[in-house]
């Protein structure tokens, strides 16, 4: 590209990166996105876990630079970095879930890795690189010469070299790379490391760039299934068959070899344990950097799988031609939604009657109790003439036991054990002290129960005429019985 002042005026104005440099609160949307995603390596967060994080991270710059210099809520800042007039953040909602999600984009990331590489290094090593220089040179001029015997001769070289360095070991003449030479290639690996990752960010881009196009292709669509699907599966391809999509596929497959995970895993813990490189402080997450790259290359291949998904879904509508005046207001629907999507509506435009339903399982409502029928017996009853106070017939109270038994089971049916105040504080004494003396009776009778001499509970109830009486007994502990 070439750099002339239209293409950095045009770029200046446009591209996301450049306005993350030039905005005013570019040093908190670098730092933050750097610490969150860059440095863990975490391809999508939700979107409470990320607003938690910046309001954390607002609390500790105002404490340091005054509560107005960044007034702004969390959820301000998030939503003004995902729109599109910056770019900074892509805002989707992944497959299964209503809580939107945030992940960076190729543009942000190419920001902070210039932004890195902007801060003095204490060690440049230019070795590594030279020698990776000349490997790639190599490479090419091998694998690009077609004559036969140029290889076997080139071969026959390398083995010659093979064997001459074979001979000197044995000799005892056993060459080790210093210090310099292990730090120097050390950050070589590094470095290709970071730029793997975030090459993967712009690969998923593009297949996502796509899927976007696919998608408006479908709703806009008004010829017939086989040239829609001629002309996307013919952009499919040449995205599949481009120099990008090659070398991606040639990745993958060397990377799912699972004899190279190994080996990869192998060689990381032997160079991570050699006393140069540790003197280094690598961070310990390279020891997993090759799941890292696997973890990243899911990502873009769920993009390409729900690609296919989309036209498999499209080949089994098969209502299409029977509702063609149904699919024609949709369409239309489809177009105005398309053609205003980046005019949004000011204000609230859509009201909600609830958030949430709500739900109410058949289990949760109480099952039948048949009521209690007294038994009456048919005898003659001898009229008398005593003189009694009836008074005591009307203030009879009766404790139903099997009720407070049942009040117990019911609270240790989630709970391996609970005390007695616990219980009696979840089903109030409505009989005062005979209700209390009828618990206690049960407590002794119950499977399982234990006392806490060391401990007291006070238990209180009111009495008809609204007296608030207390006792203070031992602590009594009843457990679930098995």
């Known amino acids: 590209m070439a750099l002339d002042y239209t293409t950095l005026d045009l770029l200046r104005q446009n591209h996301p990166a450049w306005r993350l440099l030039c905005a005013q609160r570019a040093p908190l949307v670098a730092s933050f996105l750097h610490r969150i995603f860059i440095a863990p390596n975490v391809r999508s967060v939700s979107q409470a876990d990320l607003a938690e994080a910046l309001e954390d991270e607002l609390f500790a710059l105002r404490e340091q630079l005054g509560?107005?210099?960044?007034?702004?809520?969390?959820?301000?800042?998030?939503?003004?970095?995902?729109?599109?007039?910056?770019?900074?953040?892509?805002?989707?909602?992944?497959?299964?879930?209503?809580?939107?999600?945030?992940?960076?984009?190729?543009?942000?990331?190419?920001?902070?890795?210039w932004l890195e590489s902007l801060t003095e290094r204490a060690f440049v090593g230019t070795e590594s690189r030279l020698l990776t220089l000349f490997e790639l040179l190599r490479q090419m001029k091998e694998g690009s010469q077609?004559?036969?015997?140029?290889?076997?001769?080139?071969?026959?070289?390398?083995?010659?070299?093979?064997?001459?360095?074979?001979?000197?070991?044995?000799?005892?003449?056993?060459?080790?790379?210093?210090d310099t030479a292990l730090k120097d290639r050390f950050q070589q690996f590094l470095q290709l490391a970071r730029e793997l990752l975030t090459d993967f960010r712009e690969v998923e881009q593009n297949f996502r760039t796509l899927d976007r196009r696919v998608r408006e292709r479908i709703a806009l669509w008004e010829g017939t299934?086989?040239?829609?699907?001629?002309?996307i599966m013919g952009e499919r391809d040449a995205i599949a068959d481009s120099d990008q999509g090659k070398s991606f596929r040639a990745f993958w497959d060397f990377l799912m070899s699972q004899s190279r995970q190994e080996e990869l895993t192998l060689l990381l813990d032997l160079v991570l344990d050699l006393p140069s490189i540790v003197e280094m402080r690598p961070e310990p997450r390279l020891r997993r950097v090759h799941y890292?790259?696997?973890?990243?290359?899911?990502?873009?291949?769920?993009?390409?799988?729900?690609?296919?998904?989309?036209?498999?879904?499209?080949?089994?509508?098969?209502?299409w031609l029977e509702n063609r005046r149904i699919m024609d207001i949709l369409r239309g629907v489809e177009t105005h939604a398309l053609a205003l999507r980046e005019d949004f509506p000011a204000g609230g435009f859509m009201p909600l009657a609830a958030t949430s339903v709500s739900i109410e399982l058949p289990l949760e409502r109480p099952l039948y109790r048949p009521s209690i029928k007294a038994l009456i017996t048919d005898i003659a009853l001898d009229e008398g003439n005593a003189e009694i106070d009836t008074a005591a017939l009307y203030a009879q109270v009766v404790v139903d036991k099997a009720e407070l038994a049942r009040n117990i089971s019911q609270e240790l049916q989630d709970r391996s054990q609970i005390t007695l105040g616990e219980v009696i504080s979840r089903h109030p004494l409505r009989n005062g002290l005979a209700e209390l003396l009828a618990y206690m009776q049960l407590a002794g009778e119950?499977?399982?129960?234990?006392?806490?001499?060391?401990?007291?509970?006070?238990?209180?109830?009111?009495?008809?005429?609204?007296?608030?009486?207390?006792?203070?007994?031992?602590?009594?502990?009843?457990?679930?019985?098995?």
Do not use: C
């Open 225 to 231: 299934k086989g040239a829609l699907l001629q002309e």
């Open 446 to 482: 119950w499977p399982q129960t234990t006392v806490d001499e060391k401990e007291q509970e006070k238990i209180s109830w009111q009495t008809d005429t609204g007296t608030i009486r207390q006792a203070t007994l031992l602590r009594i502990i009843l457990m679930r019985n098995g």
């Open 292 to 319: 890292d790259w696997l973890e990243a290359g899911e990502h873009t291949q769920r993009m390409v799988a729900r690609l296919s998904e989309q036209l498999r879904r499209f080949l089994d509508d098969q209502a």
């Open 146 to 178: 077609s004559d036969p015997r140029i290889r076997v001769a080139e071969l026959q070289k390398r083995r010659d070299e093979i064997d001459s360095e074979i001979e000197q070991i044995l000799g005892g003449d056993i060459p080790v790379l210093d």
């Open 67 to 113: 509560p107005e210099t960044l007034p702004g809520s969390p959820q301000k800042y998030l939503n003004d970095w995902a729109e599109n007039d910056k770019g900074w953040l892509r805002k989707f909602y992944p497959a299964g879930t209503d809580e939107p999600h945030f992940d960076l984009t190729p543009s942000t990331e190419k920001a902070l890795a």
